[in-house]
């Protein structure tokens, strides 16, 4: 929907990217707050939905990389709701998951916005058949950048 929007108010390329970004972080602090509060609400459906085995790996990646795993999920074609109701659920710091959720929504779409406004509408029709790469690409290179500053 932001890469229409976009195309459609092109003088409104980075409030839009702005909105987007302070609305999914609003939305992720809603997926927290379900992941904190109100998980047994919804454990049986998530346990039973396409989202388990995500939301599993998310639990145990949370304990080991907290911020740096969820400004990487940011980035990432996965659902970003399986994230936040994950750090919720494994009680990762709210300030962190907020900061984490910013920068790495905040990424995403002013990438988007970026690519868009350098490029048009042409820009615009590769985008949309490559976003899901792109951000695969971006979380590897965000991975393999924090390993190489961990390890030198």
């Avoid at 929007?5 to 809603?30: D, H, K, N, Q, Y």
């Avoid at 459906?45 to 911020?67: K, P, Q, T, V």
């Avoid at 988007?112 to 949309?128: F, H, S, T």
Wanted: contains cysteine; hydrophobic residues 60%.
């Amino acid at each position: 929907m932001l890469i229409p929007m976009m195309l459609s108010r092109p003088r409104e390329i980075w409030r839009l990217a702005a909105l987007c970004t302070l609305a999914s972080v609003a939305g992720g602090f809603l997926g927290y707050a379900i992941g904190s509060w109100a998980f047994h609400w919804i454990e049986p459906w998530l346990m039973e939905s396409s989202y388990r085995d995500a939301f599993d790996s998310a639990i145990n990646s949370f304990d080991r990389w907290g911020f740096w795993f969820i400004l990487v999920a940011g980035f990432s074609p996965i659902p970003y709701k399986v994230f936040t109701i994950s750090a919720g659920v494994a009680g990762m710091p709210l300030l962190p998951f907020l900061l984490g959720s910013m920068i790495g929504r905040g990424g995403r779409f002013f990438l988007e916005a970026l690519i868009i406004y350098l490029g048009g509408e042409q820009a615009a029709l590769k985008l949309r058949n490559w976003v899901d790469w792109i951000g695969w690409i971006l979380v590897i290179v965000i991975i393999v950048a924090f390993l190489w500053v961990k390890l030198h």
